[in-house]
């Protein structure tokens, strides 16, 4: 069935850029999403990509899909303290609305 | 973006009982969706809710522990039934706008002990 995997972890300093990467299986996602969830809070939609398009950016957030390889990358640049979460990579089957998440990768930030 | 509410935001309840958790949506929605994400652990869909029909349940889910209501465009329910200590988790409702973004209610945090 249909996949989506992530790295657990990902630590970087203040001010640098974080680049947490994903990888599906389903060739005919038709949109793939990035949400972030706080300690103790629900899912925020941060973006996402149609899978025809190769890029999206959105203020510090920028989207690479490379649709050959099923990998889809979130880069946030100067990353804040603030951006201490979970983000969830998550595709939505092409055949429903049904949304596959990946297992999160939870981001920490060091000074 | 649509705004999602849902109620109770959290709860602690004795094994063999039943809660039901509501979501209301500020607009009309086609698509709604009940998930639940366990311990430290992603998000797993249980089913869809549809209007005017019985929900769609994904493997490993049934309408005899967790039914769910759609009674209009606005409102679910999803009630866990007959509790255990591995239902404890956090359950949320999602919907889908009709340019495919998908959103997130706060959950429901419920403790089974």
């Known amino acids: 069935g249909e996949d989506v995997e992530q790295s657990l972890f990902l630590s970087v300093r203040e001010g640098d850029s974080s680049v947490i990467n994903c990888t599906y299986t389903d060739s005919s996602s038709t949109y793939l999403y990035w949400y972030k969830q706080e300690p103790g809070a629900g899912l925020q939609l941060l973006t996402y990509?149609?899978?025809?398009?190769d890029m999206k950016q959105d203020q510090r957030l920028t989207v690479l899909l490379n649709k050959k390889d099923k990998h889809l990358s979130l880069r946030i640049a100067d990353t804040q303290t603030g951006d201490s979460a979970i983000y969830f990579c998550a595709e939505r089957e092409s055949s429903a609305s049904k949304i596959i998440f990946g297992s999160g990768t939870r981001l920490s930030i060091r000074p | 973006s649509a705004v999602i509410s849902q109620k109770p935001s959290r709860d602690i309840c004795q094994r063999g009982t039943s809660l039901t958790i509501q979501c209301q949506v500020d607009?009309?929605?086609?698509?709604m969706f009940w998930y639940r994400q366990q311990p430290g652990q992603s998000l797993t869909l249980i089913a869809t809710?549809?209007?005017?029909?019985?929900?769609?349940?994904e493997s490993g889910f049934v309408i005899d522990k967790f039914p769910i209501s759609r009674p209009n465009l606005t409102f679910s329910t999803l009630t866990v039934s007959n509790m255990s200590p591995e239902d404890s988790s956090i359950y949320l409702c999602?919907?889908?706008?009709?340019?495919?973004?998908?959103?997130f209610g706060p959950g429901t945090r419920l403790t089974v002990t």
């Open positions: 607009s009309q929605v086609t698509m």
């Open positions: 809710a549809n209007q005017g029909s019985e929900a769609t349940y």
């Open positions: 999602s919907v889908e706008s009709t340019d495919y973004e998908q959103y």
């Open positions: 990509i149609f899978s025809n398009m």
